[in-house]
């Protein structure tokens, strides 16, 4: 299972939303490479990039920092989400060094695209599914829709996507501990990998989603509990990978 350090871009700087809320920021780093450097120093495999200022205003705001990460470590798998809305931001990105682009609020409001992603641009794309007390919230987590999350994940599974990454959104940046119980019922719903993210703060949290990685947990997005060390991302990262 991987463990993969976030980086949520807020005006250029480094933040972390409590609940998605944008109101409720708390600024990490003004320099987003040389944190990305300091997750990789400490042996990341992967960043999960989230352009949060892109999410809301439905197209890239983040894109140059972005690229910046990109070529320090053209190597890094990224994986990169945030009001991405046709295809070609895709483009643009995977032109960048992007490895997987994720597609959140797109995919809720217009599925298709979706399934034009997958074939355009195969083994890059994954969908972000972002709930809220059991439905699909967009737009930066500002709305929620009508949609059922295991519903809506076989859809897109069926697409040809590489992943489901799936947001507990009442725990995120809470530190309250991840919706294993949610994210393991759509892990077994489906036939793609699930990456758990929110609400992680220690390591037995990772060491418990690490227990259902034969149910298709492919990894788990850590950001709050590495940023105020109740986790310890190269410790964590050594124990559910090597």
Same mark, same amino acid.
């Given at each position: ?92 990105? #995977?032109? @960048?060094? %992007? ?8 995919? =809720?409001? +217009?599925? $298709?695209?979706? &399934? ?63 919706? #294993?119980? @949610?994210? %393991? ?8 990998? =699930?990456? +758990?993210? $929110?609400?992680? &703060? ?41």
């Amino acid at each position: 299972m991987l463990l993969i350090p976030a980086i949520d871009l807020k005006g250029g700087n480094c933040v972390r939303l409590r609940q998605g809320r944008m109101e409720d920021d708390t600024v990490f780093s003004d320099d987003p490479v040389a944190t990305a450097r300091r997750w990789v120093e400490a042996g990341a495999r992967r960043l999960h990039i989230v352009d949060l200022d892109g999410a809301v205003r439905g197209t890239p705001v983040n894109a140059r920092v972005i690229q910046n990460i990109c070529s320090e470590y053209p190597t890094l798998e990224i994986q990169v989400g945030g009001g991405i809305r046709s295809e070609e931001q895709i483009e643009t990105y #995977i032109q @960048a060094g %992007v490895r997987f682009v994720i597609i959140g609020t797109q995919a =809720v409001k +217009a599925p $298709g695209f979706v &399934a034009d992603a997958a074939v355009s641009f195969p083994g890059h794309i994954m969908v972000g599914i972002d709930a809220r007390d059991g439905k699909v919230a967009t737009e930066g987590w500002s709305k929620l829709s009508r949609h059922d999350p295991t519903d809506l994940a076989r859809h897109f599974a069926a697409d040809g996507i590489e992943a489901i990454i799936y947001t507990d959104i009442s725990r995120d940046g809470m530190l309250s501990g991840p919706n #294993i119980e @949610a994210t %393991v019922e759509l892990a077994r719903a489906i036939s793609v990998p =699930v990456i +758990a993210s $929110g609400g992680i &703060a220690n390591l037995d949290q990772v060491l418990a989603l690490k227990a259902h990685e034969e149910d298709g947990i492919l990894g788990a997005i850590t950001g709050r509990a590495i940023y105020e060390g109740t986790l310890d991302f190269a410790t964590a990262r050594a124990r559910v990978e090597d």
